[in-house]
Nanobody, 123 residues
Framework: QVRLVESGGGLEQAGGSLRLSCAVT????????IGWFRQAPGKEREFVAG????????HYGDSVKGRFTISRDHASNTVYLQMNSLSPEDTGVYYC????????????????WGQGTQVTVSS
């Protein structure tokens, strides 16, 4: 079992950048795939990015390709989401989640979730 804590959210202007962090603690955190999801007000939660346990298999949601970059640091058991060229459509609560296996985009496959961090992008 692992625990995930997100940080780095905040208010940013359109065109700006933010970096989110997901600290993973517990039993063998390095064995888990980590996914980032977001939920905008009134919308369903959507897949943003995912990275496998080794960091070699990475996937992005279509809306963030070319703007967001996911990475992980095994030394600190932290997964990062670098978000560039932000737009108001990126506003939402961002969650990281963990599951064992290959990177998947469906949230139902993830076993452990963080509490989320709010990202607000103003126009």
């Amino acid at each position: 079992q692992v625990r995930l804590v997100e940080s780095g959210g905040g208010l940013e202007q359109a065109g700006g950048s933010l970096r989110l962090s997901c600290a993973v603690t517990g039993r063998s955190p390095e064995n888990y795939c980590i996914g980032w999801f977001r939920q905008a007000p009134g919308k369903e939660r959507e897949f943003v990015a995912g990275i496998d346990n080794r960091g070699g298999d990475i996937h992005y949601g279509d809306s963030v390709k070319g703007r967001f970059t996911i990475s992980r640091d095994h030394a600190s058991n932290t997964v990062y989401l670098q978000m560039n060229s932000l737009s108001p459509e990126d506003t939402g609560v961002y969650y990281c989640a963990a599951e064992m296996g290959v990177v998947v985009t469906r949230e139902s496959w993830y076993d452990f979730w963080g509490q989320g961090t709010q990202v607000t992008v103003s126009s």
